[in-house]
Every structure is written in C-alpha cells, then in structure tokens.
C-alpha cells in the first residue's frame, strides 16, 4: 500500500533519512522503532509532505506523491497524529472533530450548504460515532484544552480516524501513558486494524509496539537496520547494539 | 436626535468594519488593510453615485464587489508574509490607498457645478441622501439593515463549521493542514470576505457622511477596526458591537466634555483591558460565566 | 551638455543628504528590531515613546536655558525611562504567545503617549535648535550640511556603543540568550523580564536619540509626527530583515536616499507611496529582508 523508496531527507549536512526503503502492506499495522535522532519523525512528515524528499519517492497505492501538499494527502487517505499533541486548545471537542470531515466520502455525502453553515443528521451521528470511541461523549462541549493529558491523547486519535483514512500514522501515541493507558492504546490501534485501517506506528514504548505491530523496521541514522517481526527484532544483534551500545555477544 | 442618529449610525458603520477583520483575526491573520478596503469602498461608491449619478443601492454592491476583489488579489500574496510581517505589510497597504486617493482628482461638471474628487481637497458634496428627500431616520434604518444582515452572517458562520475551521486555521496551521484544510483557501476566503464588508461600509459611510477626506483612513482607522474585535474577543460577534459601542459611545461622544483626556482615557483603557484580558473582554470564559448567572 | 551635469550634481546630493538623514530611521529601525529579536514582538509605542523623549528634552532646555547638547541627552535618558515602562505596562504581564494583545497594548500605549503631547502642547508644533546648524562644507559642486553631518555621526556612535554593548559586555550576552532561547536562558539563571527590561530600555534610548535627530534635522517637533516615524521605521525593519541589526542600518540608510530622491523627482505628495512600493517589492522578491534573523530565535 505505501511504498518508501530510496528517500533521502537532507537538512543541510544532516541527512535524516539516508537512502531509506520500506514497504508497508494493506491492513498491516508497521511499527517503526530506533534510538532518538533516528529519522523516525522525519519519515511520518515526508509521507505526509511536511517536508519533501531530497531524493526518492514516496508512493502510495500506486501514485508518487512527490509534490502533493499535506492536506491533498489527506484527501488520498492519509492521517497523522502528532508527537507533542496538536489539538485545536480553543475549540471544542465537538468542534475538533468537527473540521476533521475533509475526506472525499464527507465531501460526497453532505452538500456544500450543510458542511459549511449546517449541521445535518449525517454529520451529528458520525461526530457521536467518534465520541463513543473515544470515551468522550460527556466532554463534547468543553474546550480541548480542559481536557486530561490522556483524554487529549484519545482525542487526537479520534480527530485522525475522523478523516476515514486508509493509512494512519502514530507518532509516539503512548509517550507519558500508564500501563493502563496503554493497554487501552492497544486495544483501540487493534480495533482500527479490524476497520480496515493500515497502520505505521512510530514508538519508544517497547510494550505496545511488540505487543501489536505485525512487522517492525528499526532505523538508526536515517537507515534501515533491521526488518521483521517483533520476535525477530528483539532477538536481532544490530538492534541490540544500536540501542544498547553492545550485543548480547559481547 | 439627529445627534444620537448620527452616533447610531458611527457604530453601525464601525461595527462592519470591526467585522470585516473579524473573520481575518481569526484566521491568525493581523491585517490592518482594512482602512484601505475601507476607502476604496467609499471612493468606489461616492463616485458612482456623484460623477455617475447611480441609485444607492448598486453603488453600494458595486463598491463591496470591487473591494471585495481587490481583496482577493491581496489575499495571496498576504500568504507569503508571516506573522508580524503582515503588520507592516498591510499598514503599507493602507497608507498606499490612502495616498493614492489623497492624489485622485476627477472632476466633472454637472448643471454648472464640479464635482468629484478633488485631490488634496478631498471629495466633497455626495449628497444622495438630501438630494433624494431621505430623511435622517430613512438613512439610520437603511444602514442597520446592512449591519444586521452582516451581523447575521458572521454569527451563523461562527456556529457553523466554517467557525470552527477558520479558528483552526488560526489556532494551529499545522494541525488544520494535516486534517485536510486547504490553508490557501481558507485564509485568501476570509481576507476576500472582510474586503466585502470593509468595502459595503465604506460605500454607506460615504453617503452617510458626506465627504470625505484622506483623514479619515488613516493606519488609526486600521486600528481601531482590529482593536473592536480583540477587545470583544474572536469567539463572539456581539463582543465586537459592544466594544464599538462602549469605544464610539461612551469614549469619543459621550466623554465630549473631558476634552483631549477622553482619548488618553481611550488609551489608558486598551493597555489596561490586554493586561487583565488578553484575549478579549468576551472570550469563552466570560461568556460562561455570563451564561451560568443567566441560568441562575 | 550642462543641465545634464546639473541635474547628476543636484541627484547626488539629493541623495547624499537622503543617507545622511537615514541615520534616524536606521537607529529606529534598529530599536524596531532590538526588541522584535528579544520577544518576537513588535512595539508599536517606540516611536511615541522616542518623540515623547525629545519633547521633554526641549521643555527640560528651555525651562534651564541649557546647552543644546543637553537636549539631546534629556531626551535620551526619558525615552529609556519610557521604553522601560512601555515593557512593564504593555508586554510584560502579556503571555508571550499571545502576539495580538501585545500589539494591541502597544498600539493603546501610543495613543496614550500621542494624547499627552497633544494635551501638553495644546497639538502646536514647537521648534526644536537643530546642531552645527550653520555649518555648510562644500566639496566641489557638493555641499555637506553640517547638522545633518553631526547627526549621522551621532548615529554611528550610538551603533558602535549599542554593538559593543550586545557583543562584548554580560549584559549584551544576557540579551542575545534571551533572544535565542528564552527558557534555556530563564533555567541558566537570566532573569528574563530584567533582560527584557533592558533591551526595551536600551532600544528607548536608541530611540530618544533618534527622536531627537529626526527634530534636529527637521527644525521642527509635533505629535504628528509619530505615526509616520513608525511606518518608516517598521518599513525599514522590515526591509533590513526583522531581528537583524546591520539589516536595519542598511535599510535606514538606502530609505532615507531612497526617500530624498524620490521627494527630489516627484514632491512630497507622491514621495510616500514610492517608500511603499519599495517595502512590496522587498516582500514579493525578499519577503525576509535583506538579512533574516541574525540575533533572534528560531
């Protein structure tokens, strides 16, 4: 479904991603893991055209993305959330699930009129859908910026799912979770997969990513250093000594 | 009463203006072209209905259609200047048109008079209004009826999506792009759209006054036409009528007597309502208060 | 043959005299972009604040028959004091994010400043001693006027002593962190609205020079003057880049030449509009100014 191929991303003399390759598939969930300073952010803002690549492709269900500008990939399907949480702080709850509804099928199913000055039955039952989902429903009216720190975090999850995307991108959804946000984390990034939504989860959080990637690739220095499933990650030296500074040979 | 109609009318007209860069502050917008759409509305209008001997009422739509496209135009390239930049950019702006009509001069000669722009002179005798009979109330009432139906449209717009997706706008570009808002479309729409109400009151302000001079559109204009809604707070039109009405009202007419103080007054009170309120004298927190003790 | 000469000769010193008077709109600019470098902020009170300085200069020499240079340095000295209480009224107790409240704050602070010249001079224009007013050198077919002479020089002055100020002294340090990164700076120890504080203070002194200057040059000191030094002075900083000390210097210098030429060619009506054209042209092919940022943060 998305393809990285051969992408390099330059800042200057930094080079973030360095000639990198992946290949995620329809309905997977991917997980991508490394040591800070890795590239991991860098690869979720070029597969949404924050930045463009300085060299390589970025090729989504057949079409290169090249120029396309980030919120035209989102009418393709592609949604993101963000490491240090971007909510809209002034509006509500409601509201920011609310402008989310940019995909083609919203824009296909409510008229012009009633998506920018009404509020039909349509969008009041999908807005709820999302609230439910996230354990929200109380909250629609206060502003997000009231929120809990987890409850914002589920938020900005259910403003991504708003989009009906095909390929969702997590950028470290469980950094400052507890163990039992996490496993609530779990449990919601599972049932998206049984929606039919692809996953690439970017983490830190060794629990959750072994616990509900289906493949993980490991970057180090803007590479790909490694490949495969969660057992075959945890048990691979390279990995080891990128992250531990030695392998268990040592 | 001619005298309270004529302070009605100041803060019908100064509403609309508070308006049109209602909707650009909350796109994160600091436009202070306003003055200049504001002018080139009146101008537009004045001469319509001086030089071309025009009804009012297509004057007035014509001048909003012709501000609200120059708007347009100024709306992309205002894309590429960020921030604080854009201050400057449209101050520049406005003292441009300001000087521009400073130097207009269009004279025609109708039944043995001249008339029409007259450079440094200023634009005098747009007599619509007293040459067709209307009386000071006809005027007042024809005047609101704009203001209203302005009212009416931004107030529909901020319980609506569009609300919501221009505050998103404004709030975090980033995050609005990334749920699929095209920020280009959004931010030149809103730049256009206060082009259209600048422009709609500077064409009633025109007749309403009668002429007009490049005085009257100074950067202070700009000012005051942002400093409506900041004081009122971008998350409630009635907040910018009541900041236009304490401000006309009480500050400029009904404080006369305090002389030249009223204005330091004026002053004194915007460094003191940003200190204690800084996103407006109506923002959420207010309103929820407002509306519980109403409840109760 | 020799009209065309007559015609180069009256140019150049157009713009001869054009740069020599821009030495006011750079040190504004620089205090424009002193204190755009420390908050990301623009006051838009500084020039109120500088006039107001030169005004209490001229009512503080008049009262003691005092020397000219007092003026200068009376007015100096007030528009620090008001530039300190600009930041503590206007920008301090103002969450930094929020750019609308500040400018707003900024904006309510001038007229406050314009209000009390007006009520304190009754809006009548005053004249203000210009120095070495006399002095005329001539060099050639040129003349050097000798007050406008005096004030470049002062401006230069001012600029070095600002420059060392940032670059050689703690304080500077201070200011400069500051400006990069306020919370690292605030968790090194800076005390941040102190350093503000500062920076605001020394852009006022800056700007009460300048105040003072644009009088001198000009023979003449009113509260309308304000707003026109503003927009000057923002388009200078804008042009120079915003943040950038050499950038407003350069700008302040090609404005002011920019603008006698223009005065020389197509009067006084039609000057402005072409000083305006010139900050478009700027922003459509160098939207950040000739240098971008050099002591602001990112």
């Known amino acids: ?197 692809t996953i690439i989860l970017i983490e830190h959080v060794m629990e959750l990513v072994m616990g509900v990637a289906d493949r993980i690739a490991v970057l180090n220095f803007g590479s790909k250093i490694a490949e495969g499933n969660p057992q075959e990650i945890q048990k691979n030296e390279a990995v080891q000594e990128a992250y531990l500074g030695y392998s268990e040979d040592d | ?129 007293s040459d067709n009979g209307w009386s000071n109330l006809e005027v007042t009432f024809f005047l609101w009826t704009f203001v209203i139906i302005i009212m009416g449209v931004i107030w529909w717009s901020d319980q609506s999506r569009t609300g919501a997706v221009l505050r998103a706008v404004g709030e975090d570009e980033l995050a609005a792009s990334s749920v699929g808002i095209n920020l280009t479309v959004v931010k030149v729409s809103a730049m256009t759209a206060g082009g259209f109400i600048a422009g709609l009151s500077g064409g009633l302000y025109a007749h309403q006054v009668t002429s007009l001079d490049h005085h009257s559109f100074t950067v202070l204009l700009g000012t005051f036409a942002i400093a409506y809604p900041i004081l009122g707070g971008l998350s409630n039109v009635f907040g910018t009528l009541v900041a236009v009405i304490f401000i006309q009202g009480l500050l400029v007419e009904g404080l006369r007597f305090l002389g030249d103080w009223r204005m330091i007054l004026f002053g004194l009170l915007i460094v003191l309502a940003m200190n204690f309120k800084p996103l407006g004298l109506f923002d959420k927190q207010t309103i929820a208060i407002i509306k519980r003790s109403i409840r109760v | 043959m020799e009209d065309f000469l007559y015609e180069v000769v009256e140019i150049t010193q157009t713009i001869w005299d054009g740069v020599l008077f821009g030495s006011t709109y750079a040190l504004i600019g620089i205090g424009f972009t002193l204190i755009f470098g420390a908050m990301g902020k623009l006051n838009m009170a500084y020039a109120g604040a500088a006039i107001a300085g030169a005004y209490v200069g001229l009512a503080v020499s008049m009262f003691l028959d005092a020397p000219i240079i007092f003026v200068f340095a009376v007015s100096a000295l007030v528009s620090t004091l008001m530039g300190y209480i600009v930041y503590q009224t206007c920008f301090r107790f103002i969450p930094t994010h929020n750019h609308l409240a500040a400018l707003m704050a900024s904006v309510g602070g001038l007229f406050l400043i314009d209000e009390v010249i007006v009520l304190a001079t009754r809006g009548s224009p005053m004249n203000f001693p210009g120095l070495f007013e006399d002095a005329y050198f001539e060099l050639g077919p040129f003349g050097i006027r000798g007050d406008l002479l005096f004030v470049f020089f002062i401006g230069i002055v001012s600029t070095v002593v600002l420059l060392y100020v940032l670059f050689k002294t703690r304080l500077g340090m201070a200011t400069r962190a500051v400006a990069q990164q306020d919370v690292a700076a605030q968790l090194c120890g800076i005390n941040i609205h102190r350093t503000n504080s500062i920076t605001f203070s020394i852009a006022g002194l800056l700007g009460g020079i300048a105040g003072a200057m644009t009088a001198a040059a000009v023979g003449v000191l009113s509260p309308v003057m304000t707003v026109p030094l503003t927009i000057k002075g923002l388009i200078v900083t804008v042009i120079g880049g915003l943040g950038s000390i050499p950038g407003a210097i350069i700008a302040g210098l090609f404005v002011g030449a920019f603008e006698n030429f223009f005065l020389y060619i197509r009067g006084i009506d039609e000057r402005d509009m072409y000083v305006v054209a010139l900050l478009f042209i700027f922003l459509v092919f160098r939207p950040n100014g000739i240098f971008s940022k050099t002591i602001t943060r990112d």
């Open chain 2, 1 to 129: 009463m001619d005298f309270y109609l004529n302070l009605i009318n100041t803060i019908g007209i100064h509403t609309m203006l508070g308006l049109s860069a209602y909707l650009l502050l909350q796109t994160g917008q600091l436009s202070l072209a306003q003055a200049g759409f504001f002018a080139v509305g009146s101008y537009t209008a004045a001469i319509l209905t001086v030089i071309f001997q025009w009804n009012i009422i297509p004057s007035v739509l014509v001048a909003m259609l012709v501000t609200g496209f120059l708007a347009f135009l100024v709306g992309f390239p205002a894309l590429r200047v960020k921030g604080l930049m854009l201050v400057v950019a449209t101050i520049a702006f406005s003292e441009f048109v300001r000087m521009f009509f400073y130097n207009l001069k269009w004279r025609v000669t109708k039944n043995g008079e001249e008339i029409g722009p007259d450079g440094t002179m200023g634009f005098a005798e747009i007599r619509y209004f």
């Open chain 1, 1 to 197: 479904m998305l393809k990285i191929e051969s992408i390099s991303k330059h800042f200057g003399g930094v080079k973030a991603l360095n000639e990198l390759n992946l290949e995620v598939g329809e309905g997977e969930i991917f997980g991508v893991i490394g040591p800070n300073g890795s590239g991991k952010s860098t690869l979720i803002n070029v597969i949404c055209g924050i930045f463009l690549p300085t060299k390589g492709d970025v090729i989504f269900e057949g079409q290169i993305l090249s120029e396309k500008p980030t919120h035209q990939r989102l009418k393709k399907g592609i949604a993101r959330t963000f490491q240090n949480i971007r909510l809209f702080p002034n509006l509500t709850v409601w509201q920011n699930l609310w402008v989310a509804r940019n995909s083609v099928e919203d824009i296909k199913t409510e008229s012009s009129f009633y998506r920018w000055f009404g509020k039909s039955s349509i969008v009041k039952k999908e807005i709820e859908k999302m609230l439910e989902f996230s354990n929200l429903e109380n909250r629609a009216d206060e502003l997000a910026s009231s929120l809990a720190f987890g409850e914002q975090r589920r938020l900005e999850l259910a403003r991504a799912v708003a989009t009906k995307p095909r390929l969702l991108l997590l950028d470290e959804p469980a950094a400052g979770m507890n163990k039992d946000e996490i496993r609530d984390l779990d449990k919601r990034i599972r049932s998206l997969q049984l929606q039919g939504i």
